[in-house]
């Protein structure tokens, strides 16, 4: 999880002017196109003439963007929410909505732990037709990292082990399920695991460390 104490420039969680949810929807929905976007690239086979004529609109939209680019309007980090924690990253490259990037992967409290939801596409492939193992333990160290917040123990991954059980498809739905088993002084040990259907695909076990009182 990343650690916006170290933030730079544009990455500051200083007070902003308020959005109204009806901007803060229109942003998810352009940044949803342009993850559909990043999606259908990855399976383009097009004629010559048509991959020149797409990628002139592509960088004309770019230079179209570019005036309204430098300076994030959300914060790197809001309230969090037990029904939808990935609200609270709004940026983050594994449940952020605001980065085409993310999957993204749909967050919540359950019980004593936290589940995260996503259907990877193909721009998440490593081998054929399964998710590459990166993704795997990004979305492993997000969601555990939630689980040990939600616990008060927000700080850096200090360790992460992943044992990977089965491939991890893409167009299916995965769960990723995280809790924490034990607390000492600043530190929590967290392990997780991740299914589809009824299919284990991998374990997760991780420390994590609480920042210390400012």
């Known amino acids: 999880m990343s650690d916006s104490s170290r933030a730079g420039p544009l990455d500051t969680n200083a007070p902003k002017p308020a959005l109204l949810a009806e901007h803060v929807l229109e942003l998810e929905a352009f940044v949803q196109s342009v993850r559909v976007l990043c999606d259908r690239t990855v399976t ?41 924690l990935g609200a609270m990253l709004p940026y983050t490259s594994v449940c952020g909505r605001l980065n085409p990037q993310a999957p993204p992967v749909e967050m919540s409290v359950e019980g004593d732990g936290v589940v ?74 967290v392990t997780g695991a991740s299914h589809a259907g009824d299919t284990l695909l991998s374990e997760a076990e991780a420390l994590f460390i609480r920042r210390p009182p400012r």
């Open 44 to 84: 383009l086979a097009a004629p010559i003439e048509t991959l020149r004529t797409l990628r002139a609109q592509v960088d004309a939209l770019s230079a179209a963007l570019s005036p309204h680019c430098g300076s994030r309007p959300l914060p790197l980090w809001a309230p969090p929410r037990a029904d939808d």
């Open 116 to 189: 995260g939801r996503v259907r990877f596409t193909d721009a998440y492939e490593g081998p054929p037709r399964a998710v590459h193992g990166g993704w795997v333990a990004a979305v492993h160290d997000q969601v555990l990292a939630l689980a040990a917040f939600q616990r008060g123990f927000g700080g850096p991954t200090a360790s992460l082990t992943i044992q990977y059980r089965s491939m991890t498809p893409i167009h299916q739905d995965v769960s990723f399920v995280a809790r924490v088993e034990r607390t000492e002084g600043r530190k929590a040990w």
